[in-house]
C-alpha cells in the first residue's frame, strides 16, 4: 500500500525558516507528480509548490521566491524549503502525489494520495 510521510513542521519565528520533507513508500511502479499544498484556519486548501506531469517545478504566487521545491527521485522524496517565513504561512502543510502502484502482475491506474498534515506555525 503506498504512503506518503510528511515531517518537518513546527513553530518558527517570522523571518525564520523550516524544511519540509515527504517521502513516499509502498509498491511504487511510478511517480506522476509530487507536490506540496497547505490549508490555513479557516480557509481552503491552496496549492504551494510542486511538480506536475511535464516535470518542472511550480510555486504558488504567495510563496514565490521565498520557498524551494526540491526531489530526490532514488529516494521517492520531496521537501520545501521555507524562508522569509510571514505569520500567513501559518497552516497545515499537506503533501500529495499522483502514483501508479505496482499490483504484482500489472501496475495500477495512477491514484492521488494525500500525507497526513505537518503544521507550520510562524509566530513571535
Known amino acids: 500500500q503506498v504512503q506518503l510521510v510528511e515531517s518537518g513542521g513546527g513553530v518558527v519565528q517570522p523571518g525564520g525558516s523550516l524544511r519540509l520533507s515527504c517521502a513516499a513508500s509502498?509498491?511504487?511502479?511510478?511517480?506522476?507528480?509530487m507536490g506540496w499544498y497547505r490549508q490555513a484556519p479557516g480557509k481552503q486548501r491552496e496549492w504551494v509548490a510542486g511538480?506536475?506531469?511535464?516535470?518542472?517545478?511550480y510555486y504558488g504566487d504567495s510563496v514565490k521566491g521565498r520557498f524551494t521545491f526540491s526531489r530526490d527521485n532514488a529516494k521517492r522524496t520531496v521537501s520545501l524549503q521555507m524562508d522569509s517565513l510571514k505569520p500567513e504561512d501559518t497552516a497545515i502543510y499537506y503533501c500529495?502525489?499522483?502514483?501508479?502502484?505496482?499490483?504484482?502482475?500489472?501496475?495500477?491506474?495512477?491514484?492521488?494520495?494525500w500525507g497526513q498534515g505537518t503544521p507550520v506555525t510562524v509566530s513571535s
Open positions: 500529495k502525489a499522483e502514483i501508479v502502484e505496482w499490483l504484482g502482475s500489472h501496475p495500477s491506474t495512477p491514484q492521488g494520495y
Open positions: 511538480f506536475p506531469i511535464d516535470g518542472n517545478i
Open positions: 509502498g509498491s511504487i511502479f511510478n511517480i506522476h507528480t
